[in-house]
């Protein structure tokens, strides 16, 4: 089993869909702040399979127990968090909350539960304005905005986590804006608000 944070998002909501397709039991956790509640229906209608959900914010200590103390999960895949490069320069301290407050509060409850193996949705703005182009996992890390420092920051936290305990396996992914929406039409990005990346604003 494995524990999908912000699972109802547009990144998680595709990975659902392909853990269900490998045969992987899966959970979701989310509080639905940049989703809507009508995707775990439409995964469901896409997958044919039905999968516990949780509501509610990964900063949530106490429903984090629960979920860890509900289900025995054998890796985490940690989508949840805010995500909007401009607004987090206007939102900084928003930002550093959910985003590296929840990671650690996420870590903490693997730590009490014994599972440790992570995804971490990390970001390529981790890398800042690179010299050269195309991108390297090798080229050094400077991000420039709150955004991008959350992400790095967390990445840091995985990697000293890693280095205190070698039994730690740790993915992290810096993708760029991942566009697209699933064949059968049912999942896509679909942001609330005014988006911040230009698919959205195409298909719009």
């Not at 639905?32 to 439409?42: A, I, K, T």
């Not at 981790?126 to 090798?138: I, Q, R």
Request: charged share 20%; hydrophobic share 40%.
């Amino acid at each position: 089993m494995i524990l999908v944070t912000g699972g109802a998002g547009y990144i998680g909501s595709h990975t659902c869909v392909a853990l269900s397709e490998a045969g992987i039991e899966y959970a979701v956790l989310d509080n639905f702040c940049n989703s809507d509640p009508s995707v775990l229906e439409r995964i469901q209608s896409i997958t044919g399979r039905a999968f516990p959900f949780f509501e509610g914010d990964v900063r949530d200590d106490s429903l984090l127990r629960h979920i860890f103390e509900e289900q025995k999960f054998s890796g985490v895949i940690h989508f949840a968090g805010l995500k909007a490069v401009a607004e987090s320069v206007e939102r900084p301290l928003d930002y550093f909350d959910v985003n590296v407050a929840g990671s650690l509060a996420v870590l903490r409850a693997m730590v009490r539960a014994g599972c440790k193996r992570l995804v971490f949705s990390s970001s390529a703005t981790v890398y800042g304005n690179a010299p050269t182009m195309p991108l390297t996992e090798d080229m050094p890390c400077a991000a420039i905005n709150s955004y991008g420092r959350t992400k790095l920051m967390v990445e840091e936290i995985c990697a000293d986590l890693e280095q205190s305990d070698p039994s730690w396996r740790i993915a992290r992914l810096r993708y760029f804006n991942p566009v697209g929406a699933h064949q059968s039409g049912l999942i896509g990005e679909n942001p609330r608000g005014i988006p911040n990346n230009l698919m959205p604003f195409v298909a719009q």
